[in-house]
Structures are given as C-alpha cells and as structure tokens.
C-alpha cells in the first residue's frame, strides 16, 4: 500500500497554485472512486485538521469526496437532488486556512452517488428517537457534504460568501446592556457587545 509519506499533499491555495480548484471535476467508475476515496481518508486521518475532503484538494481531477462528522461517508460523483430548510453557517476550508466566512446552506439534503442505489439523506433534524447524534452534528454534517459537493463542482466557499452585517433593532441598544438572543431553542442572556457575534452566527434578538 502506498505510505502516507508518498501521497499527495494538500494544496494551500494562498501558496500555492491549485488548477482544479475552480474546475468540475471529471465522473468516475466506482472502483477508481474507491480507490481515491481510500487515500483521501488516510490523508485526512494524518493531517487530523479536517472532517472532509475533496480530490481536487489534493490536485486529483475526481469527482469524489469524504466526510467523516459522525461516521465515515463516501462520495463518488455526488449530486444534490433536493434540498429545504436555508441557514446560515460559517465554515472554514483545508484549502484556504484561517480564512472562513458566513455561508447560505441547507439544513437537510438528499444526495444521490455512483456506488449507493438510493439516496442519501443529511439533515440536522432528529428524525429516529434512538439517534442520540445532536443537531448540531448533524447539521456539520449536511453542511460539510454540501462545501464538499461545491468543491467537486469547483465552487469555493467565498463564492457562497453571504453578507452578515448585523442587523439593527429599531430601538438603540448599548453596548453594555443586557440582551436576551435566541437561535432555534438555545437562548443566551449577555451584553450586547458580547452578543454580536452571535448575532453574526445566525442568532437573533428575542
């Protein structure tokens, strides 16, 4: 088996050039898929700074990805055959280190691949009450399948970058007073000055 030490290395788009970073990458067999799919994941268990990548990441013209949030998943020429539910993440990349940003995704998606005969589902929502994964971890995980798909259609995720100016209340609110914010059913009471950053996360006043 080729070592570790022999494998492609990832790019770092701010040092290097990565011609296939803004390329759609080319379909595979499942059999090559595999095989890729293989490697990216050794590649991703030595580095330990990543819960997925893509081919064209590590300069392979390869319409496939892994994830690996809650358990490992395998993409071979993915595509997103329906989506609900939009949110706003802030997601960083392997591929531009220390250099995340606010994006618009979808809370659930349901993905088709090459080497499964039906669907995938990905979706922040608890939809079996022995799952004991929070929604939280299962809203990475939709949301790191979706930054992988965009990567084998050579979408970054400054293209997807949204605006997250916060938004202002009709009253003035200072910035040592006291605020009660709200996203979904987590509720935080801090100063506003505190509460900003929330507030660029999705959060919102109540």
């Avoid at 064209?56 to 994830?67: E, F, H, M, P, T």
Wanted: glycine residues 6%; hydrophobic residues 35%; contains cysteine.
């Amino acid at each position: 088996m080729e070592s570790i030490q022999s494998m492609r290395e990832l790019v770092n788009c701010y040092k290097k050039n990565n011609p296939l970073i803004q390329k759609k990458l080319r379909e595979v067999s499942v059999e090559e898929g595999r095989s890729i799919a293989t490697e990216l994941f050794q590649i991703l268990n030595e580095r330990k700074d990543g819960i997925g990548l893509a081919a064209n990441q590590v300069g392979i013209d390869a319409s496939v990805a892994v994830v690996n949030v809650r358990e490992p998943v395998v993409l071979i020429n993915p595509k997103i055959l329906n989506k609900s539910n939009e949110i706003h993440y802030y997601e960083g990349c392997l591929s531009f280190p220390k250099k995340g940003c606010h994006t618009k995704r979808y809370e659930t998606i349901e993905v088709t691949t090459a080497q499964e005969e039906g669907t995938l589902i990905f979706s922040g929502m608890q939809v079996d009450d022995k799952d004991v994964d929070s929604q939280e971890l299962r809203t990475l995980e939709a949301v790191c399948v979706q930054h992988e798909i965009d990567h084998l259609n050579g979408i970054r995720i400054m293209d997807r970058m949204i605006d997250t100016t916060i938004r202002r209340t009709e009253k003035k609110i200072g910035r040592n007073s006291i605020v009660t914010i709200k996203r979904n059913d987590a509720v935080k009471v801090l100063k506003y000055k505190k509460a900003e950053k929330f507030l660029n996360d999705g959060w919102i006043i109540s």
